[in-house]
């Protein structure tokens, strides 16, 4: 795994300046950090399945409202277009899980690439899960509903597959 340097900032906004009556543009900040670069290779077992963590059934009373409007968001004919779509804007989602081993989860994630396993013939979804506060891979068909936060992030790793290996459903 390589890490690479890249800066994140934030976009020059305009805000009206009651004392001169006008608007003015906020200054640009720039911060630099260092981003793992991880390809299909090196995930190799390193990144749990969303299976491995044993939960328990959900309690759906328990589960916090999402108050964005989902009318807001473009629809999709496929899950898969749905998370390359949340990849490339940066975008929270919601997602309702089956795992293979039999409960029904839902986690809160930020999806950062997909990569097709020929060992499952599946695409794969690399995120990090904010319930688990860790890295996850999400099989893309067990995602049965989808929702988003109306919140964006700020990538934690860059993932680069070559986009000839994936498979779309």
């Known amino acids: 795994m390589k890490v690479i340097k890249t800066a994140k900032f934030k976009e020059a906004q ?20 260092d981003l793992p670069v991880m390809t299909k290779e090196d995930i190799g077992g390193k990144i749990p399945q969303a299976d491995d963590d044993n939960s328990p059934e959900i309690d759906m009373e328990s589960i916090d409202p999402i108050e964005a409007d989902q009318s807001d968001f ?22 309702h899980y089956n795992c293979s081993s ?5 986690r809160d994630i930020e999806p950062h690439g997909v990569y097709y396993a020929e060992t499952t013939d599946r695409n794969i979804l690399v995120s990090w899960d904010n319930d688990m506060d860790w890295y ?20 934690k790793l860059i993932f680069q597959e070559k986009q000839r290996n994936l498979r779309r459903r």
């Open 14 to 33: 305009q805000v009206y300046n009651p004392d001169i009556g006008e608007f003015e543009d906020l200054d640009t900040e720039y911060e630099t950090f």
């Open 102 to 106: 039999g409960p029904f989860i839902i």
């Open 136 to 155: 996850r891979s999400f099989a893309i068909p067990n995602i049965q509903k989808y929702e988003w936060k109306g919140e964006y992030f700020d990538p």
């Open 74 to 95: 473009p629809q999709f004919n496929s899950t898969y277009e749905a998370m390359q779509w949340a990849i490339d804007t940066a975008q929270e989602v919601r997602v």
